[in-house]
């Protein structure tokens, strides 16, 4: 058994429709918790319309490379093309962490999935909504979540901004 947690975005087409396909999906496998909504700002150099974010908590009998293999069966569900880097996309799942039950984290230099997320530290589309679900959380390697959204630019964590549209 090994716990997970996954970044899930979606900027284009119905994107609470898509988020909310997924994170239904995941109950079959062992949704522990998810976040509200967040819309943020797209992340990268391509422009592109805003996200909808948010954070699941998983825990099920698959290994790093497993979880990694749902999140992309859930992106290939929701219609999800890999052209462009960092481009619009109907819906993308991270693996931001995987923790073994003894609570060992699962650590990979594998350039197919690299754990903890190489760049999970420095996105408040990310950290904010897991801080809302944990205010304990820890990323490996790199210290307490709250620390971490603490440290990122004040703009950066204001610009992540709960929907109310989806509870």
Not at 122 to 149: I, M, N
Request: glycine share 6%; aromatic share 6%; proline share 8%.
């Amino acid at each position: 058994m090994t716990r997970a947690v996954l970044s899930l975005g979606a900027n284009l087409g119905d994107r609470a429709r898509a988020l909310r396909t997924a994170i239904e999906a995941l109950v079959a496998d062992g949704l522990v918790a998810r976040s509200t909504l967040y819309e943020t700002p797209p992340w990268g150099p391509v422009e592109q319309p805003p996200y909808l974010n948010a954070v699941a908590f998983v825990r099920g009998d698959r290994d790093a490379a497993g979880w990694l293999a749902r999140a992309h069966e859930l992106e290939q569900a929701a219609g999800r093309t890999r052209e462009v880097r960092w481009g619009a996309r109907t819906l993308d799942v991270d693996v931001v962490t995987v923790t073994a039950d003894d609570g060992t984290p699962v650590v990979s230099d594998d350039p197919a999935l690299t754990l903890p997320h190489p760049r999970a530290h420095e996105r408040a589309f990310v950290l904010v909504p897991w801080l809302s679900l944990d205010p304990t959380a820890v990323l490996p390697g790199h210290g307490r979540v709250a620390d971490l959204v603490a440290a990122l630019p004040p703009e950066d964590v204001e610009a992540v901004v709960r929907w109310e549209h989806l509870q």
